[in-house]
């Protein structure tokens, strides 16, 4: 049985979008792929919003699984992912296999939040469907 592929979620702060991504990497996704979020700079906890919202949807709670940190903090993944560079991309070591391109929630209404998570939940189902059609090959080391 080979290893299961690794994808970090990349932002800024990897306390909102790349979370939200991470967590829902790992619900809907995790026997096909490890999750991992991070950022270039932490924040002390993750987007209230997102918390709530996640638990209410989701049933997830990300503050009992996850929290804020850097990249490297995390192991090398196979696939980096940004989540939108409206802000500036982190610099990772290396280019991102994919920007998922999505604008930051925080400080919006739970509308915008909602559409942010079901974006980020069709682009997690895609990824999926793309690793096991083997669109992304296993990095050889």
Request: charged share 25%; aromatic share 8%.
């Amino acid at each position: 049985m080979s290893k299961k592929m690794s994808v970090a979620f990349i932002c800024i702060h990897n306390s909102c979008r790349s979370q939200i991504a991470e967590a829902l990497g790992k619900h809907l996704a995790g026997d096909v792929f490890e999750s991992y979020s991070a950022g270039s700079e932490t924040k002390p906890q993750i987007n209230q919003d997102a918390v709530r919202l996640m638990k209410e949807i989701y049933g997830i709670d990300m503050e009992k699984t996850q929290c804020s940190k850097t990249f490297d903090m995390i192991p090398e993944p196979d696939i980096a992912i940004s989540m939108g560079c409206d802000v500036g991309c982190p610099y990772i070591g290396r280019a991102f296999d994919d920007n998922w391109g999505l604008p930051d929630p925080t400080g919006q209404p739970d509308e915008i939040f909602r559409e942010t998570i079901d974006k980020i939940e069709k682009n997690i189902l895609q990824l999926m469907r793309q690793i096991q059609g083997g669109v992304y090959c296993e990095k050889r080391r």
